[in-house]
């Protein structure tokens, strides 16, 4: 009796997934626009990452808000990098295919038959990814001083579901390269630092400091994810390229 067909690596050189790697790739956008906006701020304190709320970049209008005085005329900027992220995530979670994401990480790897865990693994990875996507979408869309709880609940899914999705990536990736850790330790902090948010009401001395931990990591994590992905796809792209110049 022969043996059971090995299932491959999805075709990487498919549109779908060269979209789907550079949309994660793209989060990177937000610590540019979060640079610029801080440089606008016109509140009479100087913004501090330390103690001020990523949200409070985002506000609209200019006064007190929630007990600190916010202006963020660039705001507009703020809120549309934080849609672009989600939209990102988004993209990738819907276009990079779950038997992709299992060995993206590992040149030439194959994934065999009855490999149900890390198939699994990476649809829950897509699924988180969606769901924190989203989340930051809303946020863009609901900026903290329109007075709807939309805004909370975005920020409550971004950052709960991007730090499991890091986290679980990382996990799948452990044996396929050294960014593995690196992607994991992204998810570690990440779920640390939201514990101890929840755990304080996020009365701390540099709250500005704790959410960022919060919400880094997972940027970094899942752009780390996108390079790693993004190379595969190109390296295989030039591959079939190369083959069909050979035939």
Aim: aromatic fraction near 8%.
């Amino acid at each position: 009796m022969s043996a059971p067909a090995a299932v491959f690596i999805p075709d990487t050189a498919s549109t779908r997934h060269y979209i789907g790697a550079w949309s994660v790739l793209s989060v990177l956008q937000y610590f540019v626009a979060e640079t610029a906006v801080i440089g606008g701020w016109a509140g009479p304190q100087p913004y501090d990452r330390r103690t001020g709320f990523i949200s409070d970049l985002g506000a609209v209008n200019c006064g007190i808000f929630d007990g600190r005085n916010v202006c963020s005329p660039l705001h507009w900027l703020m809120n549309a990098s934080f849609i672009v992220q989600g939209l990102g995530m988004l993209l990738g979670a819907l276009l990079l295919t779950s038997g992709l994401l299992c060995v993206a990480a590992r040149a030439g790897a194959r994934v065999q038959p009855g490999h149900r865990k890390p198939w699994l693994a990476a649809v829950w990875v897509r699924i988180l990814a969606g769901t924190a996507g989203a989340g930051t979408m809303i946020v863009g869309l609901v900026p903290e001083d329109i007075g709807s709880g939309w805004h909370y609940t975005g920020a409550l899914m971004y950052f709960i579901a991007g730090a499991l999705a890091v986290l679980v990536l990382g996990a799948l990736w452990l044996r396929q390269t050294p960014l593995g850790w690196f992607v994991l330790v992204c998810g570690l902090a990440s779920s640390a630092a939201l514990v101890t948010g929840g755990l304080t009401g996020m009365n701390v001395p540099e709250p500005g400091t704790l959410e960022r931990l919060m919400g880094y990591p997972v940027t970094v994590g899942v752009a780390t994810a996108g390079l790693i992905i993004a190379q595969r796809v190109s390296q295989h792209r030039k591959e079939v390229r190369a083959a069909a110049a050979r035939a």
